[in-house]
């Protein structure tokens, strides 16, 4: 059903990528009747008119983005497609004029162009300073000039072609192989400029480009970009369906994390669906069983309640499916993906459709009340072109979700996080992951650019919710070996009353095993709210310090142990992202339980861990050595047990009660365990005890070797005998 | 017409306080057409109908704010009140069951307890820590037992009253003068607890005692209460009419601020409404030329965009118009006071009513659409009984609020903070004050009640947006000083281009004067957003050192300076709050205009000061010498000028532009302000060059001898005469 029928639209006519003849024809008959599709009509209308009112400028390329002549040539690009648009369905010539006289302006200016004078670039653009932007513009511009083709002249089209759009191609491509000739989220954006303005321009020796590569590349075997990743493997196959290929895994999870994915969905899409109009007979939405429509609805199952994308590797917190790329991509995905009913739920809420007849299908199904929920449930999504490099578990309740990450390393915007977890309740941060260290196109900061702190800090293990050993990251803070691993799921079972994952890292500490199952518990007549539960086995060979941390985000209110402020602070280590944490107090952990409360957004939270008197509690926060102000002040509490080969860390993470700042009101502003108890830990078995403050107790015994749901197991502890089938039993 | 027609209903008959016979007839009559009360009503009968399906819980008395002993007779005085109106509205005899059946549990625990077991404080009550929660019980219960008066046999009211109310209200009046025979919030809950239960019971003695104080009581001269105020002065007048007299401005000011005016307002109004119904005579709402309606206008004036309290002296962040007392305060305002329309609009958004003939005047007047926007404008309200003991502007225009404070003391809840100020943008605190430090309520943080630090931070100078001289809080951070001087008026000028407020303070540093001039300039072809100037002179007698702190909010984007991060923290100081503030960058003032842009909540702002090489920029943040985190860590950036008799700080702060994490664009990110410099400081003239980015200049000459408006002034600034009429020109 998602592919029927468009060969018919594949004539040489324009337009015929996007829009299509037909399509246009089909949104013409039925303007004013729908209207989330006449009210975007309307809003991208207010856009461009006002953007035509100031006249055109394209100013000579000079600075970051932030910067005026960066953020000028990109309002270009989107107004140029969205006048295309408008001149088609509207019939309105001063929308064709206004994009054949800013082409006109960029053919003049193009060809002058020496590189960007911004050098930090591994591949400098001419209006941009980096290619990845330019290619942004030309996947953009070549829309706008679909539309427009039939309007120009023969020699309007040979000049803006000869003079802007094949040499601009060209440049993307030829002359930056080291952009052009990799599977990355940049190459993608390269590719697929090429591919876009191939189509518009029925030029078939790029369109081989753009989906195959460069057929040789002059790229050295070690040259790295600038964010450290390697340019190219061995035998390493490039070109748009490569980089379909390898990045996405079979369960449409994008290995660089959702920041990125999200970016890279656009021109993935909007290829896709120009393919699709031009070459059916690639069934480029068929390909590796559907990969692209799995894409979006993975995307959209990596967002908090709010549809904030998680901040998983490199990601700017705040960015949410309301952005223009998932407008895009949820209109695609429905109109080419089986219109899935669900879709029209999240496209409800962007309120917002692409003018074309997927924002049409869209538009049309809302209309009709077609629409059913986005029903978020625990999920996992498997990392690895082939699903088998670990991978992603979100555990869900109401409102607790907590991220649970397993993956490969997710190419150089990677982060050295094995087994980090991060949580929300109700599309808050509870326990956050960091994100990434860059204000993105803030000029202020670096250019908008990535920061260095966010290889000092933000990559470094000890940002992150997981276990570090001696101090030093994961992998020992190498791409070059961190890229080569991944940890491995052991287990994901989901039911009403325990939701669990479960996932081993053999390769970050070389002879260190770690394995952490973390679990939400539903069970309210025994603890009233659903809490997480947390189990972190550290197997060692050597004798180690193991620190674990956890980033809440709040106020303390109450611990149950003595802890001592730091007069004056100092930082908590000299490398490794150490030394970018200040230590504000110390503590000895209580022989038994910690307990750790504190209160966010009117929540209350308590972290029970089961401690030794062995263990040290420090409390750190961020921001030491760090002369420009690029971090946020944030607050952390380690966990650190030193001179040991095994370590085991359980924990328990409530969020419960509230408080009201208008009525004063504080509801059950205290956790409702009493006491969480290892009853035993071997190599095969850990047993875990947790009481509530009835005195009533419940056992999580869990099976550490066998993860199989048919196995029997008994076992005894403290002379009761214990039996049970599948990996692990909570009673 | 606000008291008309109301002494007809002063019959024996009950009730007669706050519901009248003749007001739930009319109620009754009306059920099931009026929305807004309908609703309210069904409210207030889901949560009194859930209370009493728990049944009557009526504990022995033992933990602090926050402690379910202490939450629960909170709960139970709510509920009590509550079940009474539905007893009299819906004629249900459950619920008048309901009330007697725990009021006899009370009556049979109240003779037997003692002093409250924790012994904090000055004032310790029976049911609660201190008589101040006895005093509410007892406002909220003789509202419960004047609805079930009549329903009661004659044997259970004397039970009642013996055996409970005439011992409770003995208790916090004659057996507690210090609390009692006061001018105080405190006292007037004291006042009123007896005054209400007075009225019920026709007990004239008991009402002598509320509205005119104890005759006689035994309070040393120099007694002090748990914040350190004095509990009485000489031939200080005392009890409720007292306290009506003395701590309202004519303006209706309450002079602990408005956190404190709220919690005061409900006793005020609700013993008003009562003395209105049985003592129409006393024609309370017209004392002091209406006062009372004034102070919840004055109340409301006090809020940001959302509704929510400015933090001033002691106050808890979040408290708004929204809580129980400002629904009370707002209905019995607009029945009183003359049905001002704009009173509605605050009502609707309360979206509740008193359950009474105010409550149903305020409905009816939603129900027929008179509500009109209140228009909060700029404004002055004057401190002190007279109004003549300085005072709080207001300068507002669209979205910006800045908060202007030269009061008197405020009481014992007062801050040293003389000439501070703090701002908002659109409801978000941009400039803050610190507010208090305490967690209402909340157990967990020292019972609820205020921690340490309020008295060695919050109230201090240090910690607010204000010059400090010498490390040294104002008045030497005395109380006995403090309380004896208010700062002074020097004028304020609103009009459509510039908003100016400026006052003087001459005694918090003997032998220094401190004159602050603030504006909001609106002037959009000079400046395109609305801005900030802020002219604060100090003039010395000896050398002094001068610290002028803003405790901006959000992340630093940008200096135009260069500072040195410490590797090491220490404190800024060793006391007067000095010692809570870590110091995390130092630096040289640059020798002309110091710029500091930051970002919150994706708004971009900056700080443009005219600076000098001489002066020091510190960078801090507050968390210092603060063992159990009490205090949250913001940060503040100080202008420091040492060794100077006299100091000039010109200052502008502009909001501008804006940042979306959706759409990663940056927009304005940069000030318009290229310079401000002082052209002319004498004594009697300052005048303020502002330069924009376009090289245009703009004037700004201030009189600071001569604040009347038709006065001619000429000064010759570099050879170029400047003549103008009124205390300052901008030109
Ligand atoms: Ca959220
Ligand atoms: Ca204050
Ligand atoms: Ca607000
Ligand atoms: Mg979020
Ligand atoms: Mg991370
Ligand atoms: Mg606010
Ligand atoms: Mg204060």
Same mark, same amino acid.
């Given at each position: 059903a998602a592919i029927k029928n468009n060969v018919e639209q594949n004539t040489a006519s324009h337009p015929s990528l996007i829009l299509t003849q037909k399509g246009v024809k089909n949104i013409k008959a039925q303007l004013g009747t729908i209207p989330l599709f006449d009210k975007t009509l309307e809003d991208v209308k207010q856009d461009v008119d006002a953007e035509i009112s100031k006249g055109i400028a394209v100013p000579i390329p000079k600075d970051f983005s932030g910067g005026y002549t960066h953020e000028q040539h990109k309002k270009n690009f989107l107004i140029l497609q969205k006048a295309g648009v408008l001149y088609q369905i509207l019939d309105d010539e001063k929308y064709a004029v206004y994009v054949r006289d800013m082409f006109l302006e960029y053919a003049k200016l193009y060809p002058t162009l020496p590189l960007h004078p911004q050098e930090r670039s591994y591949a400098r653009g $001419?209006?941009?300073? *980096?290619c990845l932007n330019d290619s942004n513009w030309l996947v953009y511009a070549s829309q706008a000039y679909d539309c427009i083709y039939n309007w120009l002249s023969k020699e309007e089209r040979e000049h803006l072609e000869n003079d802007l759009f094949i040499p601009f191609a060209n440049f993307i491509s030829e002359k930056n192989p080291q952009f052009f000739?990799?599977?990355h989220n940049h190459s993608t954006w390269g590719n697929v400029a090429v591919g876009m303005i191939a189509l518009v321009m029925d030029n078939d020796e790029l369109l081989q480009k753009a989906l195959?590569?460069? $057929? @040789?590349d002059s790229i050295a075997a070690n040259l790295k970009d600038d964010d450290g990743g390697f340019i190219k493997n061995k035998d390493q196959k490039v070109g748009f369906l490569a980089n379909l290929d390898e990045p996405f895994s079979p369960d449409g999870y994008y290995t660089e994390g959702p920041y990125y994915q999200r970016y890279a969905m656009y021109p993935f899409l909007i290829f896709a669906q120009a393919l699709e109009n031009k070459k059916p007979e690639l069934k480029i939405f068929e390909h590796k069983n559907a990969v692209l429509t799995k894409a979006v609805e993975a995307l959209i199952n990596l967002t908090d309640k709010d549809g904030e994308f998680y901040t998983i590797n490199d990601a700017q917190k705040g960015m949410s499916y309301y952005s223009r790329e998932l407008v895009t991509a949820v209109d695609i995905a429905y109109h080419y993906g089986g219109n899935n009913p669900e879709l029209l739920s999240i496209a409800k809420k962007q309120n917002k459709v692409n003018l074309d007849d997927t924002g049409l299908a869209v538009a049309l199904g809302l209309k009709n009340n077609l629409d059913k929920p986005f029903r978020k449930k625990s999920i996992t999504l498997t990392d690895g072109p082939n699903g088998n490099q670990g991978g992603i578990s979100i555990l869900r309740n109401n409102n607790l979700e907590v991220i649970f990450k397993y993956t490969a !390393?997710?190419?150089?915007?990677?982060?050295?996080? #094995?087994l980090s977890f991060f949580m929300y309740n109700n599309g808050t941060e509870v326990i956050q992951d960091y994100g990434l260290a860059r204000f993105v196109? &803030?000029? !202020? $900061?670096?250019?908008g650019n990535y920061l260095k702190e966010n290889t000092t800090?933000? #990559? *470094? @293990? &000890?940002?992150?919710n997981t276990v570090i050993q001696n101090e030093t990251s994961h992998f020992n803070g190498k791409y070059s070996i961190g890229s080569k691993n991944h940890s491995n799921q052991y287990l994901f079972n989901i039911s009403e009353k325990i939701k669990v994952v479960s996932a081993k890292e053999n390769n970050a500490y070389p002879g260190t095993e770690l394995h952490r199952t973390m679990a939400i518990v539903t069970d309210s007549s025994f603890i009233k709210q659903p809490f997480v539960l947390d189990i972190f086995n550290v197997i060692g060979t050597s004798t180690n310090k193991y620190d674990l941390p956890f980033y809440y985000k709040g106020q303390i209110m109450q611990t149950n142990f003595k802890y001592t402020q730091q007069a004056t602070l100092k930082t908590l280590g000299d490398k490794n992202g150490y030394q970018h944490l200040f230590v504000e107090a110390l503590a000895d952990a209580p022989n038994s339980n910690l307990k750790f409360n504190w209160m966010h957004n009117n929540v209350f939270y308590t972290l029970t861990s089961a401690t030794q008197a062995t263990d040290k509690i420090i409390f750190a926060r961020i921001g030491a050595n760090d002369p420009e102000y690029n971090l946020r002040r944030d607050p952390t509490l380690i966990i650190r047990k030193t001179n040991t080969k095994n370590a085991l860390y359980v924990n328990a993470i409530e969020a419960h009660g509230s408080y009201s700042p208008v009525s004063e009101f504080s509801v059950n502003a205290y956790s409702s365990i009493a006491k969480i108890e290892t009853l035993l830990n071997t190599k095969d078995y850990t047993a875990i005890r947790i009481t509530n403050n009835n005195k009533q107790s419940k056992l999580f015994i869990f099976s550490n070797t066998n993860p199989d749901k048919t196995t029997a197991h008994s076992i005894t502890i403290n002379d009761n005998e214990f039996n049970w089938v599948g990996s692990y039993t909570y009673n």
């Open positions: $001419k209006l941009f300073w *980096q000739n990799r599977v195959y590569g460069l $057929k @040789t !390393q997710g190419l150089s915007h990677g982060h050295y996080d #094995k196109n &803030i000029e !202020q $900061k670096g250019g800090w933000a #990559k *470094q @293990t &000890i940002a992150h």
